[in-house]
Structure formats: structure tokens, C-alpha cells
């Protein structure tokens, strides 16, 4: 059964970074599309990034370009989302997802079709 397990989070200042983790277990990995949501409260969850199977490539939305980065490390499967340069509209829940042989084609756009979700992290960017 395909698991997403997340750490990390918590509070940091404008400008700073900080690094979210998720582990993927139950399938196997690289076939794997890796995905990473926020939602801001009172707002719907939006799609941030995707990376698709075969860990090849990362689609990023507009607004977190130059500034967030995907990195996975694949023998122990797990996915690191670093996130630099934070502005305050970056605060939100960050849920870290998987999906079995997906190429990322309209992530964006709900519904997500995700196969697995993890807990959810609080990022809080704040002065």
C-alpha cells in the first residue's frame, strides 16, 4: 500500500528557508509522480509542484520558481521540498503526495488524482 510519510516545517522570518521531507513507501519509487500542495487558511489547496515518474523533471507553479526545489533521493524514497526566499503568502499546511505512473500533465488543475497524501506540515512565515 503506497505510504507518504512528511517532516519538517515550522516557523521562519521572511527571506529565510527551510527544507519539508516526506518519505514514499509501498510502491515502487521512481515510478512514483511526487507532488506538493499548501493550503493557506481559508483557501483551497493549490498544487505547488510536480515531479513526475521517473524523478527526470520538476514542474513548479509560477509563484515558487527560482525559489523551491525538489530533490529525491532514491534508494530510501524519500523526497526533500527546499523552499528559499519565503514571503509570508508561503504560509500554509504543505502536503507531500504521491501518484503511480503519472507525467504531471494538468497537476495544477483539481482534482489532483493523488493516490496517497501525507499528514500535512505547518509552514508559517512570519516576522
Known amino acids: 500500500q503506497l505510504q507518504v510519510v512528511q517532516s519538517g516545517g515550522g516557523l521562519v522570518q521572511p527571506g529565510e528557508s527551510l527544507k519539508l521531507s516526506c518519505v514514499v513507501s509501498?510502491?515502487?519509487?521512481?515510478?512514483?509522480?511526487i507532488m506538493w500542495f499548501r493550503q493557506a487558511s481559508g483557501r483551497r489547496r493549490e498544487a505547488v509542484s510536480c515531479t513526475r515518474s521517473g524523478h527526470y523533471s520538476t514542474d513548479y507553479i509560477d509563484d515558487v520558481k527560482g525559489r523551491f526545489t525538489v530533490s529525491t533521493v532514491s534508494n530510501n524514497g524519500t523526497v526533500h521540498l527546499v523552499m528559499n526566499s519565503l514571503k509570508p503568502e508561503d504560509t500554509g499546511v504543505y502536503y507531500c503526495?504521491?501518484?503511480?505512473?503519472?507525467?504531471?500533465?494538468?497537476?495544477?488543475?483539481?482534482?489532483?488524482?493523488?493516490?496517497?497524501w501525507g499528514q500535512g506540515t505547518l509552514v508559517t512565515v512570519s516576522s
Open positions: 503526495a504521491a501518484t503511480k505512473f503519472y507525467d504531471c500533465l494538468g497537476y495544477i488543475t483539481p482534482p489532483y488524482g493523488v493516490d496517497a
Open positions: 509501498g510502491f515502487t519509487f521512481r515510478n512514483c509522480a
